[in-house]
C-alpha cells in the first residue's frame, strides 16, 4: 500500500487459488462422545481492514469530462455555452394560456366544419379530386380518400392554431427538450485517438512505453488529478529541451503515476474545501447570478479563477465577514498550492497568524514570525548579497508609507542612508547587520560606527569609508532620515523577534529568492501587539516580491503572492512592482476592508494596474465610487414606456377586455414606446453599497492576453 492511500495489485490482494480435492476418506465409525470437526471457512479475497482495490472511473470521468473554450472567468469543467444574446421569451402565464385557446379555437373551429355550420364548401375539393368510380358510397377507395382529406383539413387547423398559440415554445420550455437539458452530460468514452487518458502525445514522441504504464494507472485507480498536471508539466520540460525523453520515460516506466513527484513527496493536499480542475488550472470561487445586469452568456455559470488570470492580480475589497479569506483568499491559496504540487507554481500565502490560511501540513515552508516554536525565520535581506539592492527593499518595507504617496514619489533618500551602512558592515563581517546592529548604526553610536571605521581602514577600503564619512557627517542634520529609519527598525527590535531576522548562519532563513521552485510557504504575521511590526513585514515581503520574481530564470513557473489583509502596504514603489508583474509570469491577490487604507493618490493608480477587481458586499458609497470611475461606463438601450388604459362602452367590448384581462393578467392598454441609446455607468456607487446581497461580490476580470469580462454579479457561496 502506497502512503497516499491508494493501493496497487500484489499477489496479496488477488483471489485465493483452489485446492483439488483429497481422496474419499474411508467412513468410519463416529465416536459418541467426539463431535465432528466443523467446515473450514473460505479464505477471504484480502487481508482483514484491506480497503478494496481502487476504481479509476471517477478520474477517467474527470479527465474525459469535454472542457470548451469560454470568456474569461467561466468554469470550463462541463460548461454548456449559451448565446450571447437573451432571446426574446414570453411570459409563462400569458404562454400557457395563449396555447390553451388556440387549441379550444382549433376544437371550435373543426366542430364547425365537421357539424357542417359552416357550410360544405370545404368539401368542394374532395369532390373535385375523387373519380366517379370512387363515388360509390361506402367504397374502400372512397373511404380512404376521405379520411386522408379529413386528416388533412385538421392537419392545416392544427398547424395554424399551433403557430399562433406558440405550442413549439412551450415544447421546448416544458416538453422532453427540456428534460434533456437538465439531465446529467452522459460522458462517453472518446476514440482511442482523441482519448487524454491514453497519452497519445507521448506515442508520438516515441513514448509508448510510458504512455502504456500511464493508462493502466488511470484505469486501476492510481493516478489523481494533480498526478496527471505533474506529470504533463514534466513532460512540457520535455519537449522544450528542459529534460531529456529518457530520463523522463525512466521515471514513469519505475514510479507510474508517482514519477515527478514534488520535493515534499506530497500528490495531494490533506483536504480541499473548493472544486478544482487542474486541467484547465481553474478553481471555482461561485456562480455568477441570474440578473439582468450580467451579459447572458454569464448568467447562471461558474465563476472561476485560474494563472491566466492571477498574473494580472487581484484585489478584493470588503468589510470584515464578507467573505474575502474564505470565500475568495483560502479557495486561490489551495489552488495554488496544488498547482505547486504539480510543478507549475509557487505561492507566498501572507496572512495573521489564524487566518484559517490552510493547516500547516499544506505547505512547505511555515514562518511563523513571533512564535518561538517557528522552524524557519524570514530572510530581512531577501537573500541577496548586493548592498544596494538589499538597502532598497529593505527601506521600502520600512518607510515607503512614509514616501510621498504621489505616483512620482519613491524613498531614495532612505536607500541611501541604508546603502551607506550595509556595504561597510558587510565588507568587514562578511553579511549584514541583525536588527540590534543596524538599529545601533542608524542611531549613529559611537562605538559600533568607531568599529566599523577600523574594520574598513584595516581593509583599505578607501571607496566604503567614503560612504561611512558621508553617513557620519549626515547624522542630526535637520531633514537626516537615520532617525526615522532607527524608529522603524526599533519595532522590529524586540523582545518577542528576539529569536528572529537573524544574520548570522545560526538560523533557517527563508528568502523569495527560492521562488524559482515550485513551493508552497506560508508567512504568519503576528497581529496582536504588533500591527505596525506586521505591516513592515508585509511590505517588505511585497518589496522581496516584486523584486525577485523580475530575475528569475525560470519565468515558465508562475508566481503569486497572497496577501490577506494589505492594509499599509500599498506605497508608490509597490504600485510599480504590481504593473511589472505581468510580464515576470507573476501576480498578486491582495485584500483590504476599504480603498480608505490606500492613499488617495495611490487609489486610482492601484486600480489602474489590477487586472481583476472584486468589490463585495457592505462596501462604502465612497469606496463604490472609486470602483464605478474605473469600470466606466456603456451604451445602454432605454425604453420609455407609455400605457393609457383603454375603456370599454359596450357590452361585448368590456366582455372582450374582461377575456384579455384572464389571457394577459393585465388590463387593456395603449402603449407607446420610445427607445434610445444612453450611457450609463455599469455598476452605480450606490448599487455597490446597498445593491449587492450579503455573500455576493461584483467582479471584474483580465486576463494576460488582455481579454476582458465586464463587472459581474457572482454569488460567492454557490
Known amino acids: 500500500m502506497d502512503g497516499d492511500g491508494t493501493q496497487d495489485a500484489r499477489g496479496t490482494h488477488a483471489g485465493p487459488v483452489p485446492r483439488p480435492a483429497g481422496p474419499p476418506a474411508v467412513p468410519a465409525t463416529p465416536h459418541p462422545a467426539r463431535p465432528p ?65 388556440a387549441f379550444l379555437v382549433g376544437w371550435l373551429l373543426w366542430s364547425l366544419l365537421w357539424n357542417g355550420y359552416l357550410g360544405g364548401w370545404w368539401l368542394l375539393p374532395l369532390y373535385a379530386m375523387i373519380p366517379d368510380s370512387w363515388a360509390e358510397p361506402h367504397s374502400f377507395g372512397s373511404v380512404v380518400a376521405v379520411y386522408a382529406y379529413y386528416t388533412a383539413v385538421a392537419l392545416a387547423i392544427m398547424i395554424g392554431v399551433g403557430r399562433l398559440g406558440r405550442w413549439g415554445e412551450v415544447w421546448r420550455r416544458y416538453g422532453l427538450p427540456a428534460w434533456r437539458r437538465s439531465a446529467p452530460v452522459d460522458v462517453r468514452p472518446p476514440a482511442p485517438e482523441d482519448d487524454p487518458a491514453q497519452w497519445n502525445q507521448l506515442r508520438a514522441a516515441g513514448a509508448a512505453d510510458a504512455a502504456d504504464r500511464l493508462a493502466a494507472e488511470a484505469r486501476t485507480g492510481l493516478m489523481r488529478d494533480v498526478d496527471h498536471a505533474r506529470i504533463a508539466r514534466a513532460w512540457q520540460g520535455v519537449r522544450s529541451g528542459r529534460h531529456s525523453l529518457a530520463t523522463f520515460t525512466g521515471a514513469v516506466l519505475k514510479d507510474g503515476a508517482a514519477a515527478c513527484l514534488h520535493p515534499s513527496g506530497h500528490r495531494d493536499l490533506p483536504g480541499r474545501h473548493a472544486r478544482h480542475d487542474l486541467l484547465t488550472g481553474q478553481v471555482r470561487l461561485g456562480t455568477t447570478a441570474d440578473d439582468p445586469r450580467n451579459p447572458y452568456a454569464y448568467r447562471a455559470t461558474g465563476l472561476a479563477l485560474g494563472p491566466d488570470l492571477l498574473g494580472t492580480s487581484l484585489l478584493a475589497v470588503g468589510p470584515a465577514g464578507s467573505g474575502k479569506t474564505g470565500g475568495v483568499v483560502r479557495p486561490l491559496a489551495e489552488s495554488l498550492c496544488l498547482h505547486a504540487l504539480a510543478g507549475r507554481a509557487a505561492v507566498v500565502v501572507v496572512g495573521a497568524a489564524g487566518a484559517g490560511l490552510g493547516s500547516a501540513d499544506a505547505y512547505d515552508v511555515v514562518v511563523r514570525v513571533g512564535n518561538p516554536e517557528s522552524v524557519y525565520d524570514l530572510d530581512l535581506y531577501g537573500g541577496t548579497t548586493d548592498p544596494d539592492e538589499a538597502a532598497a527593499v529593505l527601506a521600502e518595507a520600512l518607510v515607503g508609507d512614509l514616501a510621498d504617496p504621489h505616483p512620482g514619489g519613491d524613498s531614495r533618500r532612505s536607500t541611501t542612508v541604508l546603502a551607506q551602512l550595509l556595504g561597510p558592515y558587510r565588507a568587514v563581517h562578511g553579511r549584514f547587520p541583525s536588527v540590534p546592529e543596524l538599529r545601533q548604526l542608524l542611531d549613529g553610536s559611537p562605538a559600533p560606527l568607531a568599529a566599523l571605521r577600523r574594520g574598513l581602514e584595516e581593509a583599505g577600503q578607501e571607496s566604503l569609508l567614503r560612504e561611512l564619512d558621508a553617513r557620519e557627517r549626515q547624522l542630526g542634520h535637520p531633514g537626516d532620515v537615520g532617525g526615522v529609519l532607527a524608529d522603524r527598525v526599533a519595532l522590529l527590535d524586540r523582545p518577542a523577534f528576539a529569536g528572529f531576522f537573524d544574520t548570522s548562519g545560526q538560523s533557517r532563513p527563508f528568502s523569495l529568492r527560492a521562488l524559482d521552485h515550485p513551493v508552497r510557504v506560508r508567512i504568519d504575521l503576528p497581529q496582536r501587539g504588533h500591527a505596525d511590526a506586521s505591516r513592515i513585514l508585509a511590505r517588505l515581503v511585497l518589496a522581496q516580491f516584486t523584486a525577485g520574481v523580475a530575475v528569475r530564470e525560470d519565468r515558465s513557473l508562475f508566481a503569486c503572492l497572497v496577501l490577506d489583509d494589505a492594509t499599509g502596504v500599498i506605497t508608490p514603489e509597490a504600485v510599480r512592482g504590481i504593473q511589472r508583474l505581468r510580464s515576470a509570469n507573476a501576480g498578486t491577490v491582495l485584500t483590504l476592508r476599504t480603498l480608505d487604507d490606500v492613499p488617495r493618490a495611490l487609489r486610482s493608480p492601484l486600480l489602474g494596474a489590477i487586472g481583476c477587481r472584486m468589490a463585495l458586499s457592505g462596501l462604502t458609497p465612497w469606496d463604490g465610487q472609486d470602483f464605478a470611475e474605473v469600470w466606466g461606463k456603456e451604451w445602454t438601450e432605454a425604453r420609455d414606456v407609455t400605457d393609457r388604459q383603454i375603456i370599454a362602452e359596450t357590452p361585448a367590448g368590456k366582455a ?54 465586464p463587472p459581474l454579479l457572482v454569488d460567492l457561496r454557490g
Open 37 to 101: 470437526a466443523p467446515a473450514t471457512p473460505p479464505r477471504p479475497a484480502r487481508a482483514p481492514g484491506m480497503p478494496p482495490l481502487p476504481d479509476g472511473s471517477a478520474f477517467l470521468t474527470w479527465l474525459r469530462t469535454p472542457r470548451p473554450e469560454a470568456a474569461p472567468g467561466v468554469w470550463r469543467f462541463g460548461h454548456r455555452p449559451r448565446p450571447a444574446e437573451e432571446p426574446e421569451t414570453v411570459p409563462a402565464r400569458q404562454l400557457l394560456s395563449g396555447a390553451l385557446i
Open 656 to 709: 372582450v377586455h374582461m377575456l384579455r384581462r384572464v389571457i394577459t393578467g393585465n388590463a387593456p392598454t395603449a402603449r407607446a414606446i420610445t427607445v434610445r441609446q444612453v450611457e450609463r455607468e455599469r455598476w452605480s456607487a450606490s448599487e455597490l453599497a446597498h445593491g449587492v446581497p450579503p455573500g455576493h461580490a461584483v467582479l471584474s476580470l483580465t486576463t494576460v492576453q488582455g481579454e476582458h469580462a
